[in-house]
């Protein structure tokens, strides 16, 4: 291990995880495809995908539990291959896996064995953690329900208070009570501690109020990676009365998210771009344009999610303010 | 100073090489495996001779075989695919990997010394005591030196390879098959393969004389290979290595 500083400290002031080009597969499934993240420092990067799209595979990448193909990955500058161990410090995370840890120790030898890898432990933290999520700290690991190990590593990954925040479908498995306790646990977290966050998870609504970066992961290829404010603001569902015979809007052609046909004659599309200009856009075809409404962090994941895009570089698929991340 | 710039500093504070060997020594102690390694020697030499030393093969035998079913014992549970919890702590992955092999051959030594104390100690009572001063200083060693030879042999599998077992096998049968083809299926043939295996794994310390001049040698050099090899094979990244691998057997393939 070379140094304690990072190996880009520009990037780790700005930007928290940065990954160039990062490439990887699985014999000749193609994981991830020359992946370009930015997640800015202090940020909560909602990472979005369908199963499979190499969200878990991007985490394990950043810790160097998997290593890529090619490409290089950063935590707060420190690259994650040469100084993984500086990279990994900085980290908590909250895996896919059940048992991040060893199935035989009970937890109480658990948490101390984890408290003795971070110097930052907070042991009171720690306590009032396994007590607010209810973690039996005398039964083995391995005897621990799914949501209960669950719960567990969410102990683990906040009491030493960590920098970086990686967070795999953090509330997967837990109960709808436990999860309103754990979110609102990890909002108290982020407002208590300056961390950046990067969260994988199919429930963006538990988020919603969290979360103020998206990024959506479809078959290895970050397809839109966008800021909240951006997004709210050139994202719009746009509900149209259309002529019959209407030839729709050349123009936009491009920045069309979905398309799905609402009440009557009316057609509800989802359209990148300044409100104005797509309101004009249609209207100069003989449309009408009977409402237009912002969509909700969770509306948007699903139509950016479900919808194979071709923006045709018009379309805002790598925007985000004051990062300086433009593709 | 801020709070957030001295939690930032104190998050770049890594685990190094001393301190991580003893949470691996802490850890194996938990596991409860260092134990039941003693418990299972113990019990092996009362069931052959009762509590009595016994200066012969059979004993740098039961050596021999604990180095590298310990070393198995060691990754329990833990195959490199399986090892995310380890290898996302804040150390080099170098570093865990060496740190575990390095506590788990100091547990193993020391379950050996305790059954040999043991041993000794009964021995001595049971009047042999004079046998037990004319055996060599190196035959003491040798010992030791058996089972840490087999252990780490048996550890540069266990470090790289999710079926190490079937590497050994693989690499055995491979050996015998280039160095000896003619009888490389005799052992399988009168179902006396372990019998085979230690005499391999027994040419190699040469247990047959040890104290000698050439075993001096022979063993710290064995020793100090078998370490470079695991650490070499540590800092390859499993992913590495199994990507170098494919690629090896395709071209093999292809040929």
Redesign the interface.
């Known amino acids: ?1 070379s140094r ?2 990072p190996s880009d400290p520009s990037i780790g002031a700005e930007l928290a995880l940065v990954t160039r080009g990062i490439r990887k597969s699985f014999g000749r499934r193609i994981a991830l495809a020359d992946l370009d993240l930015r997640v800015p420092r202090g940020a909560i990067y909602v990472l979005v995908g369908p199963n499979g799209s190499g969200k878990t595979t991007l985490m ?1 990448i950043l ?5 890529a ?1 090619s490409g290089v990955a950063t935590v707060l500058g420190f690259d994650s291959v040469k100084d ?3 990279a ?4 908590g ?1 909250v ?1 896919e ?1 059940r ?7 009970k937890v109480r ?1 658990l948490l101390a ?1 984890q408290a ?5 432990w907070d042991k009171a933290y720690a306590d009032a953690l396994t007590k607010e999520l209810d973690v039996r700290d005398h039964t083995t690991f391995g005897k621990l329900s799914k949501g209960e190990a669950r719960r567990l590593q969410l102990v683990m990954t906040l009491a ?4 970086v925040l990686l967070l795999d479908e953090p509330t997967d498995g837990l109960d709808p009570v436990m999860r309103d306790r754990a979110l609102r646990l990890l909002s108290r977290h982020l407002a208590e501690n ?1 961390t950046s966050v990067l969260i994988s998870t199919h429930l963006v609504s538990e988020v919603e109020g969290l979360g103020d970066q998206l990024g959506v992961l479809r078959d290895g290829v970050l397809s839109t990676q966008i800021d909240r404010v951006t997004l709210r603001t050139t994202l719009h569902s746009y509900t149209i009365t259309a002529p019959i015979d209407w030839a729709g809007v050349p123009s936009l052609s491009g920045r069309i998210v979905s398309k799905y046909n609402g009440i009557g004659q009316q057609l509800v599309w989802i359209v990148w771009g300044d409100e104005r200009e797509v309101v004009g856009k249609v209207t100069a075809t003989g449309a009408t344009v009977r409402e237009v409404r912002q969509l909700s962090l969770e509306r948007a994941a699903v139509y950016l999610m479900s919808e194979r895009l071709d923006f045709s570089g018009t379309a805002p698929t790598s925007i985000i303010s004051g990062a300086g991340g433009g593709k | 100073m801020t709070a ?1 710039s001295t ?2 500093q ?7 090489f001393s301190r991580a060997v003893r ?1 691996q020594l ?2 194996l102690w ?2 409860r495996r260092p134990v039941v390694l003693l418990a299972a020697m113990g019990a092996v030499e009362v069931l052959r001779r009762g509590l009595e030393l016994t200066l012969n093969l059979p004993i740098t035998l039961l050596v021999f075989f604990v180095g590298p079913i310990w070393a198995f014992a060691v990754w329990s ?1 833990e195959p490199p695919s399986n ?3 380890l ?7 170098t ?1 865990q990997s060496l740190a575990r092999v390095l506590a788990g051959l100091v547990w193993l030594l020391a379950a050996v010394v305790v059954v040999l104390a043991t041993a000794v100690v009964t021995g001595a009572f049971a009047g042999i005591w004079s046998e037990l001063k004319a055996v060599g200083f190196g035959f003491w060693v040798n010992l030791l030196v058996a089972p840490t030879i087999g252990y780490l042999m048996l550890s540069c599998l266990t470090v790289v390879f999710d079926r190490p077992g079937w590497w050994m096998l693989g690499i055995i049968l491979l050996r015998s098959v280039i160095w000896n083809p003619e009888s490389s299926f005799e052992p399988l043939g009168d179902f006396n393969i372990g019998h085979a295996l230690a005499g391999q794994i027994g040419r190699i310390s040469d247990p047959t004389k040890p104290g000698s001049p050439q075993w001096w040698i022979s063993w710290p050099l064995w020793v100090t290979v078998l370490w470079l090899l695991i650490w070499g094979l540590a800092r390859t ?1 499993p ?2 290595l199994r ?1 170098w691998l494919s690629e090896v057997v395709g071209r093999l393939s292809r040929t």
Do not use: I, K
């Not at chain 1, 030493?160 to 920098?163: D, I, Q, V, Y």
């Not at chain 2, 290898?87 to 992955?93: E, K, L, M, Y």
């Open positions: 291990m304690d500083t394990r810790l160097d539990v998997v290593r193909d993984g161990a500086y990994r410090a900085a980290c995370h895996g896996r048992f991040a840890g060893y199935a035989w120790m030898d064995f003795s890898y971070r110097p930052t030493h208070r960590p920098s300056e | 957030s939690r930032d104190s998050q770049h504070r890594v685990v190094r949470l802490w850890l938990l596991s549970g090892r995310s919890y290898w996302s702590q804040p150390a080099s992955r570093d990244h992913d590495r990507s």
